[in-house]
């Protein structure tokens, strides 16, 4: 029997954390958390996580410049990187754009608020191509 | 000897209105009809939670600081939220995480809360996080007794978000070719 994936989440608002981590233990991964781009760094480096779900708007370093460093570290760029992209169409006065997304190095993205059956159909298919 | 709690996180809100709106029955609940008022002018809520007495649903909510006259503006407009909402300036909410229904970390903040006399004026469980409504002036010391109870990573998140989110009305661009 294979060895369930380690998947990170990361984002400053820990009911997030929880609810997308109680669903991707239910559906048989492993999971570790992080509430910041400081802190996920750190964990990455102990853990090696194969997949990060990575929150955009976050504290001491955001989104964008965590899977910046990530994907252009040849230790870690192998690393499959979801971008929780909360910069919804009815939100301004952020320094964060959907447009600012484009030009990122992640393996895929997803809105919020999050569709949990969808944010599971990334997951696996991004992890099924990864294996 | 107390044993050990290890949290991850404390955060500390900027200043907050706690509006409370008072008792009501299932079928004059006021909650949904405020919630959609404050979304019809972009107002974020950071906080919500209700209770359920003998006399009735109360509810309470948090809006900005800055955004309690408009908050005021637009209950009093409204004939069945006027006379039934009430406000208190200067509140903040002190939110440890993760919580996961754990019922000590609940007790003993609670306990070191009120053994320091600070005034909880509100609280809420969530899936992954305790919440407290406090005196915005306490807000920092109550920080600060809360690390003082448990255990915190070294790298732990900041006390303090670095920015707000702000809602507004923005067209979405066109889809590139």
Same mark, same amino acid.
């Given at each position: ?29 492993? *999971? ?16 090696? @996580? ?8 976050? @504290?001491?370093? #955001?989104?964008? *410049? ?25 939100? &301004?006065?952020?320094?964060? &754009? ?12 997803? @809105?919020? @608020? ?11 298919? #991004? ?5 | ?5 290890? $949290? ?19 079928? /004059? ?13 972009? $107002? ?10 003998? %006399?009735? $649903? ?29 406000? $208190? ?5 002190? /939110? ?18 009120? /053994? ?40 732990? %998140? ?20």
């Amino acid at each position: 029997m294979s060895e369930k994936k380690l998947i990170m989440v990361v984002d400053d608002d820990p009911d997030l954390v929880e609810s997308v981590s109680m669903r991707l233990v239910n559906d048989g991964f492993r *999971v570790a958390k992080a509430y910041d781009g400081e802190e996920a760094w750190e964990r990455i480096r102990e853990e090696k @996580p194969q997949m990060l779900i990575l929150d955009v708007m976050m @504290p001491r370093k #955001n989104g964008y *410049v965590l899977c910046e460093e990530i994907k252009k570290n040849d230790q870690f760029k192998d690393i499959t990187v979801v971008l929780l992209t909360a910069v919804a169409d009815a939100v &301004t006065s952020t320094n964060y &754009t959907h447009r600012d997304g484009i030009t990122t190095l992640a393996d895929d993205f997803i @809105p919020k @608020p999050i569709d949990m059956d969808k944010l599971m159909d990334i997951v696996k298919d #991004n992890l099924e191509y990864s294996s | 000897m107390m044993t050990e709690i290890q $949290i991850n996180g404390l955060k500390i809100s900027g200043a907050l209105c706690l509006v409370r709106l008072h008792h009501s029955t299932p079928d /004059t609940f006021r909650l949904p009809a405020f919630c959609g008022i404050m979304a019809g002018s972009q $107002i974020n809520l950071p906080f919500i939670s209700t209770d359920h007495h003998s %006399s009735g $649903i109360q509810a309470a909510c948090c809006v900005e600081a800055k955004h309690q006259m408009l908050t005021q503006k637009l209950v009093d407009a409204d004939p069945m939220m006027k006379g039934h909402v009430s406000y $208190i300036p200067d509140v903040g909410l002190l /939110t440890l995480f993760p919580h996961q229904s754990s019922l000590k970390l609940f007790v003993r903040s609670l306990r070191a809360l009120s /053994t320091e006399s600070v005034r909880v004026l509100e609280m809420a469980s969530s899936i992954g996080a305790l919440t407290y409504v406090l005196d915005y002036a306490q807000l920092d010391a109550a920080a600060e007794l809360l690390r003082s109870c448990f255990k915190l990573d070294g790298n732990h %998140s900041p006390f303090r978000a670095e920015f707000v989110v702000r809602q507004g009305t923005q067209l979405k661009p066109e889809p590139m070719e």
